[in-house]
């Protein structure tokens, strides 16, 4: 079965505590991005990768840093997180016609 | 600018009635234009890809058409599992690179 598996699915966390949600995909494609979902914003798209150690900036890069060193994994970092980057997260791998969305991870920084 | 937009921002229909959902595009060179449904707190799930105008697509009870303007997505005889946000997004050729927009969707509640 398609999947896209993010971790973790909730995390509380204070401002300026490093962390890492990872992500996965089984689908061997070689794009992936990550996006944020704030109301009113709609999808805006953070980084993405078009393969094994190619990244790019997408729209709203700014206190993000992605990492693409196997083809399956392309985690997401927070070095030093701010209240707001409080959001929904979610994670997409991209075939040839439709994008792969993960469930989620909803983030809250204090 | 390179816009997407989806009207209504909500829908609120009764079981069974037949309704649509927009979306409008101003973009130059589309690769194109996806549909999406995504329920709370969930990531969103793909219904349609469509690439050209005239081009029309069904599943169940939706069906997707493009010009070249906008894309409809009709529901008919919706039923209270088609409560969703429905979202559209585009993609198209922005210099060398490929760019993706996404609309802010439409939530639409079906009422038994």
């Known amino acids: 079965e398609a999947q896209v598996t993010q971790n973790p699915r909730y995390l509380i966390t204070v401002t300026g505590k490093k962390l890492t949600v990872t992500c996965s995909q089984n689908?061997?494609?070689?794009?992936m991005s990550w996006y944020r979902q704030d109301p009113g914003l709609g999808l805006r798209q953070i980084y993405y990768?078009?393969?094994?150690?190619?990244?790019d900036k997408g729209d709203v890069p700014e206190g993000y840093k992605v990492s693409r060193k196997e083809k399956r994994n392309f985690p997401l970092i927070l070095e030093s997180p701010s209240p707001n980057q409080t959001s929904l997260y979610f994670c997409?791998?991209?075939?040839?016609?439709?994008?792969?969305f993960g469930q989620g991870t909803r983030l809250t920084v204090v | 600018e390179d816009q997407v937009t989806q009207s209504p921002e909500a829908l609120r229909l009764q079981e069974g009635e037949s309704s649509s959902l927009n979306c409008s595009y101003t973009?130059?060179?589309?690769?194109?234009l996806f549909w999406y449904r995504q329920d709370p707190g969930k990531g969103p799930e793909f219904l349609f890809t469509?690439?050209?105008?005239?081009e029309e697509k069904e599943k169940e009870r939706l069906k997707a058409t493009l010009t070249k303007k906008e894309s409809f997505l009709h529901i008919t005889a919706p039923k209270p599992e088609d409560s969703a946000t429905y979202l559209c997004?585009?993609?198209?050729?922005?210099?060398?690179?490929?760019?993706?927009?996404w609309g802010l969707g439409t939530s639409l509640a079906v009422n038994p």
């Open positions: 469509l690439y050209s105008a005239g």
């Open positions: 973009v130059s060179g589309l690769r194109g």
């Open positions: 997409a791998s991209s075939g040839s016609r439709e994008a792969f």
């Open positions: 990768s078009m393969n094994v150690e190619v990244t």
């Open positions: 997004a585009v993609s198209f050729h922005a210099g060398n690179n490929r760019k993706l927009i």
């Open positions: 689908m061997n494609h070689e794009y």
